[in-house]
């Protein structure tokens, strides 16, 4: 079965300490992996896109690389602007649903 | 250029009812996938509509069905209505099929069924 699992479940930083998310994916084809974020009450934000092993994108405060099995999100000297939820998501080469999400992580930056 | 749009934004509806959601893409995108959000269960994925057909589907039940129009605005139809109905819909549009490219979400419809 095709799984994505996001850790840790949620997270409290202070500003300026930077840590990492993990998202790690159990599926029988890797077509992408994509990261959004999610503020409250709104629909998620497309971060990144990681189409192989040893890929990485960087947007800001924001980087994202991919293992064969996992992907992970680091935050450099986050500011309270980056709390937010967190969400990996596998696209699938195989299978009648195509895009698996993981639950997210949620992110809190103390000022 | 315009982002995903989703109406209404909110609906009280009662047990046994049915409702309809509807989504418009970013213009030129061709997909819609719909998908429910819950505290529970995260975002699970509904079914995706590629120029007017069902490409592929989740694994939710019967009473959960959609439709793509030629101008790719897409409806999802929910009926008989349950309490576990409860959840936010969100619609999310790309060029490609789901899972090829990036999606953009419209900001979801709050469905609340008493």
Redo the contacts between chains.
Sequence with gaps: EDQVTQSPEALRLQEGESSSLNCSYTVSGL??L?W?RQDP??????LF?LYSAGEEKEKERLKATLTKKESFLHITAPKPEDSATY?C????LQG?????????TRLTINP | KAGVTQTPRYLIKTRGQQVTLSCSPISGHRSVSWYQQTPGQGLQFLFEYFSETQRNKGNFPGRFSGRQFSNSRSEMNVSTLELGDSALYLCASSSGLAGEGEQYFGPGTRLTVT
């Design positions: 077509r992408g994509f959004y009450g709104k629909g998620p934000e497309f896109t969400l998501a596998v696209g699938l009648a649903q195509k895009l698996v999400f993981g639950q997210g």
